[in-house]
């Protein structure tokens, strides 16, 4: 299969099909693997909640001072959110994927939403399209052809 040459939609339309058959066979583990893996990923939230050092140390390796899409500096009231780069609604299988995770504000996920990766893309380069190419590098490329392989 040449997936170089498909487009990005082509590729998710793929990776999709793939994908639901894959969620077909999840297990009860598999969810009890996700309730641990979902409030690992609270990491401002309640620590009783789950949030961990772990989780911490992550979110502080795969970020910096400053949210990559918005370029707003992180702060009290707009910090540091996981989010799916492809939202868990469309891809749950896409869950626990590490590869699937970064960091972005909190303003930023809210407004990004269930939005699919390439809506996303054509949202961000229609209204702030200042922000289009830090966006692109963090597409998931390498993700959707590994998956889709
Ligand atoms: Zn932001």
């Known amino acids: 299969m040449d997936l170089e040459n498909k487009t990005l939609k ?8 793939i994908g639901k058959n894959r969620y077909h066979k ?5 969810f009890d693997n996700y ?7 609270y990491v401002d939230g309640n620590s009783a909640f789950g949030t961990t050092q772990e989780s911490k140390d992550w979110v ?6 400053h949210c ?3 370029d707003t500096r992180y702060h009290q009231d707009n910090g540091r959110t996981i989010d799916h780069k492809l939202p868990r609604a469309k891809y749950p299988w896409l869950s626990m994927e590490f590869k699937n995770l970064w960091v972005i504000c909190w303003d930023c996920n809210t407004e990004k939403a269930e939005m699919d990766w390439y809506e996303y893309e054509r949202y961000i380069f229609k209204r702030y ?4 190419n830090a ?5 998931p490329i390498q993700l959707l052809q590994r998956k889709a392989l």
């Open 60 to 65: 502080k390796d795969h970020s910096d001072s």
């Open 135 to 139: 966006l692109r590098a963090f597409r």
């Open 26 to 30: 999840l297990t009860e583990k598999n």
């Open 129 to 132: 399209p200042q922000s289009y």
């Open 35 to 41: 309730q641990q893996y979902e409030n690992w990923r």
């Open 10 to 17: 082509e590729l998710f339309d793929l990776v999709d099909k």
């Open 68 to 70: 990559p899409i918005c």
